[in-house]
C-alpha cells in the first residue's frame, strides 16, 4: 500500500504533486532533469522538505535547464553552497551540474534525455535501470532511480489501486502498462 496516497490529497504541499504530477508520465528533458534533481536532494530526507524548497531549488537551478545547468563553474557551485535557502550538500549539488551535462550528452547521443529513458535495459527491471543510471549518472541509488522512474510513470507503485489519481494516470498510459 502506498502510504503517500494517504496523506498527500488535501496537504497544501504534498497534494499538489501527489495529484497532479507524480506517477504521471513525462516526456520533456527540463521536467525530467529537474525530477532526477529532486529526487537526489531529497536523499536521506523528507520529500516535504524538498517540495517546501522546489521553488527556491528551482530558481538556483536556473529553471533545472540543462544548458544552464551544465555551464555552472565555481562562483555558482559557491553560491549553492551558501544559500540557506537550499539543500547544502556538495556531492548533491556537484552531482546535480554533472548530471545535467550527462543530459547534453543523451541529446547527442540518443535526440533526447526522454528518448533515452524510452530504451529501457533489457529485461526492464530495477535492478537493471539502476546499473544503467549509475553507468551515467551522479548520485544515481537504488531509491534515487526508484523513486524518480515511479514519479515519471515508468514504474508502477506511485498510487494504490483505491487512489482517485491511479485511475486518472492509467488514462495516460504509463510506460509500465505497456511492458
Not at 23 to 29: I, K, N, Q, R, S
Not at 75 to 83: C, F, I, N, P, S
Not at 100 to 126: D, K, Y
Not at 139 to 168: D, N, Q
Amino acid at each position: 500500500m502506498n502510504w503517500y496516497c494517504d496523506i498527500a490529497p488535501g496537504h497544501p504541499v504534498h497534494g499538489p504533486y501527489h495529484d497532479h504530477e507524480y506517477g504521471f508520465p513525462v516526456a520533456e528533458d527540463g521536467v525530467l532533469f529537474e525530477r532526477l534533481s529532486l529526487e537526489i536532494f531529497q536523499a536521506g530526507l523528507s520529500w516535504l522538505l524538498i517540495l517546501n524548497r522546489r521553488e527556491a531549488l528551482r530558481k538556483a537551478f536556473a529553471g533545472f535547464v540543462p544548458e544552464r545547468v551544465a555551464a555552472f563553474g565555481a562562483a555558482e557551485r559557491e553560491r549553492l553552497l551558501t544559500d540557506p535557502a537550499l539543500i547544502r550538500n556538495r556531492r548533491k549539488v556537484d552531482a546535480v551540474i554533472h548530471n545535467a551535462c550527462r543530459v547534453l550528452a543523451l541529446r547527442a547521443t540518443h535526440g533526447s534525455f526522454a528518448s533515452w529513458i524510452e530504451q529501457p535495459p533489457t529485461p526492464p527491471s530495477l535492478e537493471a535501470w539502476v546499473r544503467v543510471f549509475r553507468g551515467t549518472f551522479r548520485f544515481a541509488g537504488t531509491e534515487v532511480v526508484k523513486e524518480f522512474l515511479m514519479s515519471i510513470g515508468h514504474l508502477p507503485g506511485a498510487h494504490h489501486e483505491r487512489c482517485p489519481v491511479y485511475t486518472e494516470i492509467l488514462e495516460h498510459h504509463p510506460r509500465w502498462m505497456r511492458e
